[in-house]
Nanobody
Framework: QVQLVESGGGLVQAGGSLRLSCAAS????????MGWFRQAPGKEREFVAA?????????YYADSVKGRFTISKDNAKNTLYLQMNNLKPEDTAAYYC??????????????????WGQGTQVTVSS
């Protein structure tokens, strides 16, 4: 098993930036494909970004964040990151990191991940 704890959320004005972190403990972090999802009130949890296990050679993004968000990880620190630039009010949501061993797809679904953090809130004001 792996335990995940997100941090870095907060309130930011439109056009601003935030960096989310997800600290992992438990089984080897590098074994897992990692992802970020988000959920706004009254909406389904949706895919944001994903990075492949081991070296993280492959990354995928939802169309809505492509060019603005960057997913990365540091295996030595067992930490996943999401750099979010040019934030928009529609990015407001709770953001969750996730870990799984299902083969990584270009558009992962939440069913592809077995472990989840508790979430961190991102609020973007206009």
């Amino acid at each position: 098993q792996v335990q995940l704890v997100e941090s870095g959320g907060g309130l930011v004005q439109a056009g601003g930036s935030l960096r989310l972190s997800c600290a992992a403990s438990g089984r080897a972090f590098s074994w897992y494909n990692m992802g970020w999802f988000r959920q706004a009130p009254g909406k389904e949890r949706e895919f944001v970004a994903a990075i492949s296990r081991w070296s993280g050679m492959s990354t995928y993004y939802a169309d809505s964040v492509k060019g603005r968000f960057t997913i990365s990880k540091d295996n030595a620190k067992n930490t996943l990151y999401l750099q979010m630039n040019n934030l928009k009010p529609e990015d407001t949501a709770a953001y969750y990191c996730a870990a799984g061993q299902t083969p990584l797809r270009t558009r992962p679904t939440k069913e592809d991940y077995s472990y989840w953090g508790q979430g961190t809130q991102v609020t973007v004001s206009s």
